[in-house]
């Protein structure tokens, strides 16, 4: 055993005759024929690699258009979409409209003048219970029953077909 600080000891030169020259050689030169065409073999592959690997390149550029292409479409159904919600909104919004207006047109009306301001309180439905009675001198059975009381307010001189 050599210790690290110690160099091994010399290869002393061996001598060889002419026939070990020429196995030794043929040895040698059968080795290098060997690894040559391992070496030719793998050019074929690697050849094949890299043009297997062009392929997917271009695969790839092709499968970037059409996620952009992809992308632009989503985007402009997105937008398509949000508009297409607004729509339906508005169209929710016209066909209650005419209902609306259909419920209040067939409403039976009663639209009372000479009422003087805050004699309600805070309740103006029970404040025409208990005194549209008293101003008509009638009973009323079944008792008056109200949708809505609406206080509207006094005419104003700039709107005298108002309200």
């Known amino acids: 055993m050599t210790s690290p600080h110690t160099s091994p000891p010399p290869i002393e030169p061996t001598t060889m005759s002419d026939e070990d020259h020429s196995t030794t050689m043929d040895r040698i030169l059968q080795d290098i024929t060997t690894v040559s065409r391992r070496i030719e073999g793998m050019d074929g592959s690697i050849t094949s690699l890299t ?29 398509q979409a949000t508009v297409s919600q607004d729509r339906d909104q508005d169209l929710l919004y016209l066909r209650s409209k005419p209902t609306d207006t259909e419920d209040r047109s067939q409403r039976e009306n009663i639209r009372l003048h000479g009422i003087p301001e805050n004699k309600e309180a805070t309740d103006m439905q029970a404040f025409l219970s208990s005194t549209l009675p008293k101003l008509t001198s009638m009973d009323f059975d079944p008792p008056l029953e109200f949708q809505r009381a609406l206080r509207i307010g006094p005419k104003h001189s700039d709107n005298p077909s108002g309200p």
């Open 51 to 79: 043009l297997e690997t062009k392929s997917m390149r271009s695969d790839i550029v092709g499968f970037q258009a059409r996620v952009t292409g992809l992308e632009q479409r989503m985007g402009s159904l997105e937008a």
